[in-house]
């Protein structure tokens, strides 16, 4: 982590943090463009670890609005995190992957997967998201969020 951490205050980043193991970072900046942001730290990291690591950023106010959100008594919340909006193809596919126990809402550039928990049945893989969103992803619980809006002060 401390790596990352490095990574981002040479780009002139201040309050950098990393959060647990999972390779979220909380950074500062007085730079609005998010989709620059996103190519320049991904372009810093690739040569710096020497391979590539798509970046998701959301402000603290996205990430507030996300870990406002109350999940249904007895369903998990996953936040499925892209770096741009699904084209209506890809959405298609994805609403296809819907079962009795897992079900998707798209929000922009957030995917919410509530998942039911039904004692006895495996949960649902993320193999099949991989094959319909055609782009990077990563995927957190709403205590990450909630955890990492706390980073802020």
């Not at 126990?101 to 993320?126: C, M, N």
């Not at 782009?135 to 709403?142: A, K």
């Amino acid at each position: 982590m401390e790596e990352l951490r490095t990574v981002f205050a040479s780009l002139g980043f201040v309050r950098v943090t990393t959060f647990l193991g999972s390779g979220n970072v909380v950074f500062e900046t007085r730079a609005k463009d998010t989709r620059s942001l996103e190519r320049k730290i991904e372009g810093a990291l690739q040569k710096a670890l020497g391979y590539r690591v798509p970046v998701f950023i959301r402000t603290q106010a996205e990430l507030k609005e996300i870990a406002s959100l109350e999940p249904t008594r007895g369903v998990d919340l996953n936040i499925i995190l892209l770096a741009s909006n699904l084209d209506e193809h890809s959405e298609a596919e994805l609403f296809a992957l819907k079962t009795k126990t897992d079900e998707f809402r798209v929000h922009g550039r957030e995917i919410y997967w509530s998942r039911r928990k039904k004692p006895g049945t495996s949960l649902f893989a993320t193999v099949p998201l991989a094959k319909v969103l055609h782009m990077p992803f990563t995927i957190c619980g709403t205590n990450t969020i909630r955890k990492l809006v706390g980073k802020w002060p």
